[in-house]
Structure formats: C-alpha cells, structure tokens
C-alpha cells in the first residue's frame, strides 16, 4: 500500500534517561508526519487550518511497540503513514516507525483517528474534509474501498472536479 515517508532525526532532547526515545515522541513524531503530509500535499488546508476555521481534531491515538529498546540519539527515524479507514468527515490512519537504513525492520505501529470541523458561529461541527486533502488521500488509496469512499466523499461536497479530468480517479 502506498505511504507517505517523513525521516526524522532523533536529538537527546527525546531521549529518557536510560537512552532510549521516551514514549510520547512517538505520537509528536506521528503530528509531524501529519503536518508534513499536508503542507506538501494539501496546504490550502493548513491556511484553513491557522484561519481557525477548519480543525483536524485527533480523536485517538496509540502506539505500540515492536522491540525491547525502540530508538536512541541520533538514529534516523523513517515514519510512514497510510490511510486506513475513511468516511466522509472521520477517517483513520496508520503509522510504522522504522530505521531509515533498515526500513523493513519495524520498531513501532501507531493508529490516529481523525475527525473534521468546521466553526459555525461559535460551534464546531462535523464536516467532510476538505476536497484538496481528499484528493491528495487519492494519491495514497490503492485499495478499491478507500478509493470508492473518497470518490463518493468529493461527490458529496460538490468538489466540481469530478469525472475524467477532475478529481475522481478511474478503478
């Protein structure tokens, strides 16, 4: 399955005082992935995003750890996120954390659950994503399902780019 990649180096700020990446660098390093994602293919969304108008709010998170030690100082970090889950204004993502020289050696997985608002007066509520980090999720769904749900979720929002020439990709 596709992913997105963000590398990362590890600085002794993150690390505890055994060594090894303290836990929640993790989870930092899964909102750094994020971020990178959408100012790279979505940043209009990230103007929506600083307006306070649009809000991707992160309803879990986790990770879990494959090994005893993790990462150390130093060590260069290869995070890949994929889509996992999506329906209209919630979807899932999926995170490996590898050694960016042995990116088949899998140190952790992490999960986020993401919903979309939008401020209405002085009320979030549930809204789709917008049509720009949907089709750039496109790029990153080569499974039939998720790649049906985002189609159908640019239909619903009237994206105006859809058939041939827009955002709707062929199956």
Not at 25 to 50: D, K, T
């Given at each position: 399955?596709?992913?997105?990649?963000?590398?990362?180096?590890?600085?002794?700020?993150?690390?505890?005082?055994?060594?090894?990446?303290?836990?929640?660098?993790?989870?930092?390093?899964?909102?750094?992935?994020?971020?990178?994602?959408?100012?790279?293919?979505?940043?209009?969304?990230?103007?929506?995003?600083?307006?306070?108008?649009?809000?991707?709010?992160?309803?879990?998170?986790?990770?879990?750890?494959?090994?005893d030690w993790g990462f150390a100082a130093l060590d260069e970090v290869l995070i890949s996120m994929r889509l996992e889950e999506f329906r209209g204004g919630r979807?899932?993502?999926?995170?490996?954390?590898?050694?960016?020289?042995?990116?088949?050696?899998?140190?952790?997985?992490?999960?986020?659950?993401?919903?979309?608002?939008?401020?209405?007066?002085?009320?979030?509520?549930?809204?789709?994503?917008?049509?720009?980090?949907?089709?750039?999720?496109?790029?990153?769904?080569?499974?039939?399902?998720?790649?049906?749900?985002?189609?159908?979720?640019?239909?619903?929002?009237?994206?105006?780019?859809?058939?041939?020439?827009?955002?709707?990709?062929?199956?």
């Open positions: 399955m596709p992913t997105f990649q963000y590398q990362h180096t590890v600085s002794f700020q993150e690390t505890s005082l055994v060594g090894n990446v303290y836990f929640s660098n993790y989870l930092l390093w899964q909102g750094h992935c994020r971020e990178m994602f959408l100012g790279e293919y979505a940043p209009s969304v990230i103007a929506g995003l600083q307006g306070g108008n649009l809000a991707l709010l992160t309803r879990s998170c986790s990770c879990d750890y494959e090994g979807m899932a993502l999926g995170f490996t954390y590898a050694r960016a020289d042995s990116p088949d050696e899998i140190v952790a997985r992490g999960t986020q659950k993401v919903d979309c608002k939008v401020l209405h007066g002085d009320q979030w509520v549930a809204a789709p994503f917008p049509a720009e980090l949907i089709r750039a999720l496109l790029q990153f769904a080569d499974d039939e399902a998720l790649r049906s749900a985002l189609n159908d979720a640019l239909d619903f929002i009237g994206d105006g780019q859809s058939g041939a020439e827009g955002s709707r990709v062929a199956r």
